[in-house]
């Protein structure tokens, strides 16, 4: 007893129950010690340490967080409250001179106690009381904050789905217009070669300025994308495909730049580009929240603070390296850092789920999530993915370049009339029927007209679904099922997702390429011939 923080005792010997680490803080040093014997006294296995005040807990909380405090609750430089209020992630028991604690319990301890009517059981007993709320409330939070979770990523599917509608017309109209302006630029320079030179921008120009809104719809792409990945509620919820570990992590920088920048400096060194089978998504998940954790480790001391990001690969595996110049790790927080819950941040800035959440993304792709410190001061992190991940890519065929003189018709369903001219306009010259879903059903069905190659139709419609329409097809036109594609902006119902996984359905991403669009039709027709 006497000491300021526990000692770096090794781990307990297998079986051994290893012991709770309780902090007792009371400006009396006889008080203080008594507390202490009750502590150690009981039967259940338990260590007690001593502080006097509140600066003193402060500097021990810091760097060691231990599973209950005992405190009293008026200290000489403070108030036990200012403390309860600063960690309330911590189980706290305050010490009263009266019996009645109703304001400690209001303030937001867990319990209290009479200081001078104290005995070994009674503490005891107090301590697991007060560990349980504890664990409790985390517990009740954790709810709360999955139902957040949720509600966000059926906003974020919903997003996805109304952005990618937009954005497809936007691209096909990009590209259709790239085309009438070459046609325009060549019967231009074949006709008056002076009349191109006094357009308001040169030929160059023009390109360049088409260049970049075609760059700046594929970002928007990438970034919904990436969107799309917070919509997702498990690992089971995302195909496995090929991984480059160092695009992932570079989307990460992204999301994460402006945070970190609010405290340090952002250093990206991204190296490695092996390629392995993983969940996209979920080791995003993993990048994004070592990269916010490290931002959240730097002070705000107005020093120069840096935040190190890389990846690397050896024969066997990549690795992803998160480096800062926080306070690092300590013994005490490597040994209870992936456990749910457990934080060392100030309210509001963590909910202890996050390298808990990491390690179980890493681990499920074969790899390990290492905690140490940097030799120069700071944390180091390191998730390593082996190149041989236990996820299984489930290969498709290599696309087939089509020719210029293949022609094909097509049926786009969709309830987007903008999107359905862009599309009839983008597709030229081959042809292109677009309608609405009851229209393009009636077509089919009433009148008959299915000599098309690919059936290409939305998902998400108002007046009939394309899960619906397939299964109308399946039962009055079943020819048709091997021409049938989905193309989806996104799908924002978890039951609407597993629906179509289950259908086996082939399904492609708005915005398709035009290129992936016609290697479908003419897959779909030599499938059908």
Same mark, same amino acid.
């Given at each position: 007893?006497?000491?300021?923080?526990?000692?770096?005792?090794?781990?307990?010997?297998?079986?051994?129950?290893?012991?709770?680490?309780?902090?007792?803080?009371?400006?009396?040093?006889?008080?203080?010690?008594?507390?202490?014997?009750?502590?150690?006294g009981a039967s259940a296995p338990m260590l007690a340490y001593e502080c006097e005040g509140l600066l003193e807990t402060r500097e021990v909380l810091e760097t060691?967080?231990?599973?209950?405090?005992?405190?009293?609750?008026?200290?000489?430089?403070?108030?036990?409250?200012?403390?309860?209020?600063?960690?309330?992630?911590?189980?706290?028991?305050?010490?009263?001179?009266?019996?009645?604690?109703?304001?400690?319990?209001?303030?937001?301890?867990?319990?209290?106690?009479?200081?001078?009517?104290?005995?070994?059981?009674?503490?005891?007993?107090?301590?697991?009381?007060?560990?349980?709320?504890?664990?409790?409330?985390?517990?009740?939070?954790?709810?709360?904050?999955?139902?957040?979770?949720?509600?966000?990523?059926?906003?974020?599917?919903?997003?996805?789905?109304?952005?990618?509608?937009?954005?497809?017309?936007?691209?096909?109209?990009?590209?259709?217009?790239?085309?009438?302006?070459?046609?325009?630029?060549?019967?231009?320079?074949?006709?008056?070669?002076?009349?191109?030179?006094?357009?308001?921008?040169?030929?160059?120009?023009?390109?360049?300025?088409?260049?970049?809104?075609?760059?700046?719809?594929?970002?928007?792409?990438?970034?919904?994308?990436?969107?799309?990945?917070?919509?997702?509620?498990?690992?089971?919820?995302?195909?496995?495909?090929?991984?480059?570990?160092?695009?992932?992590?570079?989307?990460?920088?992204?999301?994460?730049?402006?945070?970190?920048?609010?405290?340090?400096?952002?250093?990206?060194?991204?190296?490695?580009?092996?390629?392995?089978?993983?969940?996209?998504?979920?080791?995003?998940?993993?990048?994004?929240?070592?990269?916010?954790?490290?931002?959240?480790?730097?002070?705000?001391?107005?020093?120069?603070?840096?935040?190190?990001?890389?990846?690397?690969?050896?024969?066997?595996?990549?690795?992803?390296?998160?480096?800062?110049?926080?306070?690092?790790?300590?013994?005490?927080?490597?040994?209870?850092?992936?456990?749910?819950?457990?934080?060392?941040?100030?309210?509001?800035?963590?909910?202890?789920?996050?390298?808990?959440?990491?390690?179980?993304?890493?681990?499920?792709?074969?790899?390990?999530?290492?905690?140490?410190?940097?030799?120069?001061?700071?944390?180091?992190?390191?998730?390593?993915?082996?190149? !041989?991940?236990?996820?299984? $890519?489930? +290969? %498709?065929?290599?696309? /087939?370049?089509?020719?210029?003189?293949?022609?094909?018709? @097509? &049926?786009?369903?969709?309830?987007?009339?903008?999107?359905?001219?862009?599309?009839?306009?983008?597709?030229?010259?081959?042809?292109?029927?677009?309608?609405?879903?009851?229209?393009?059903?009636?077509?089919?069905?009433?009148?008959?007209?299915?000599?098309?190659?690919?059936?290409?139709?939305?998902?998400?419609?108002?007046?009939?679904?394309?899960?619906?329409?397939?299964?109308?097809?399946?039962?009055?036109?079943?020819?048709?099922?091997?021409?049938?594609?989905?193309?989806?902006?996104?799908?924002?119902?978890? !039951?609407?997702?597993?629906? $179509?996984? +289950? %259908?086996?359905?082939? /399904?492609?991403?708005?915005?398709?390429?035009?290129?992936? @669009? &016609?290697?479908?039709?003419?897959?779909?027709?030599?499938?059908?011939?």
């Amino acid at each position: 007893m006497g000491q300021t923080q526990p000692a770096a005792s090794p781990p307990p010997e297998s079986g051994e129950e290893e012991p709770l680490q309780i902090l007792v803080v009371h400006p009396d040093e006889l008080r203080r010690r008594a507390v202490a014997r009750c502590v150690e006294g009981a039967s259940a296995p338990m260590l007690a340490y001593e502080c006097e005040g509140l600066l003193e807990t402060r500097e021990v909380l810091e760097t060691a967080q231990p599973h209950c405090v005992l405190i009293a609750q008026d200290l000489p430089d403070g108030s036990a409250f200012e403390l309860i209020e600063e960690w309330r992630n911590l189980s706290f028991i305050v010490l009263t001179e009266e019996r009645d604690g109703s304001e400690a319990m209001r303030r937001g301890a867990q319990d209290h106690l009479l200081e001078t009517a104290l005995d070994p059981e009674l503490v005891a007993r107090s301590i697991r009381y007060a560990i349980e709320r504890t664990l409790h409330g985390r517990a009740m939070d954790n709810l709360a904050h999955q139902d957040r979770l949720a509600s966000l990523g059926q906003l974020a599917a919903s997003v996805a789905h109304e952005i990618n509608n937009p954005l497809s017309y936007i691209a096909a109209n990009i590209e259709t217009l790239q085309r009438q302006l070459d046609a325009v630029r060549e019967r231009l320079e074949a006709s008056d070669a002076e009349g191109v030179g006094a357009l308001p921008l040169s030929p160059r120009e023009t390109d360049a300025l088409l260049e970049e809104c075609t760059t700046g719809c594929e970002r928007i792409v990438s970034i919904v994308k990436q969107l799309g990945s917070f919509a997702r509620k498990s690992e089971d919820d995302e195909k496995p495909r090929k991984v480059c570990l160092s695009d992932v992590v570079s989307w990460a920088c992204v999301l994460t730049q402006r945070r970190i920048e609010q405290r340090g400096e952002l250093v990206q060194r991204l190296d490695d580009d092996s390629i392995f089978v993983g969940r996209r998504g979920r080791l995003a998940q993993v990048a994004t929240n070592l990269l916010m954790n490290a931002a959240q480790a730097l002070p705000k001391d107005g020093r120069d603070h840096k935040v190190w990001v890389s990846t690397e690969s050896d024969d066997e595996a990549s690795s992803l390296i998160v480096e800062d110049t926080g306070p690092g790790f300590s013994w005490s927080v490597r040994r209870r850092a992936f456990n749910p819950f457990y934080t060392t941040k100030p309210q509001g800035e963590g909910t202890g789920l996050g390298l808990s959440i990491a390690n179980d993304i890493v681990r499920h792709h074969g790899g390990t999530l290492t905690l140490d410190n940097r030799p120069g001061g700071g944390a180091r992190v390191v998730a390593r993915i082996p190149h !041989e991940t236990p996820f299984v $890519l489930r +290969e %498709s065929l290599p696309p /087939t370049r089509v020719e210029e003189t293949e022609s094909f018709r @097509i &049926l786009f369903i969709d309830d987007e009339v903008a999107l359905r001219r862009a599309y009839r306009r983008w597709l030229e010259p081959h042809e292109v029927v677009a309608e609405g879903g009851s229209e393009a059903l009636e077509r089919l069905l009433e009148q008959g007209d299915r000599a098309f190659d690919l059936v290409l139709c939305d998902f998400t419609m108002p007046d009939i679904d394309g899960l619906s329409l397939y299964q109308r097809l399946a039962d009055e036109a079943p020819e048709l099922l091997p021409r049938f594609v989905i193309l989806t902006g996104g799908v924002v119902t978890a !039951e609407a997702r597993n629906a $179509l996984e +289950e %259908s086996s359905i082939e /399904t492609l991403t708005k915005p398709a390429s035009k290129e992936t @669009i &016609l290697e479908v039709a003419r897959a779909r027709r030599e499938l059908s011939s």
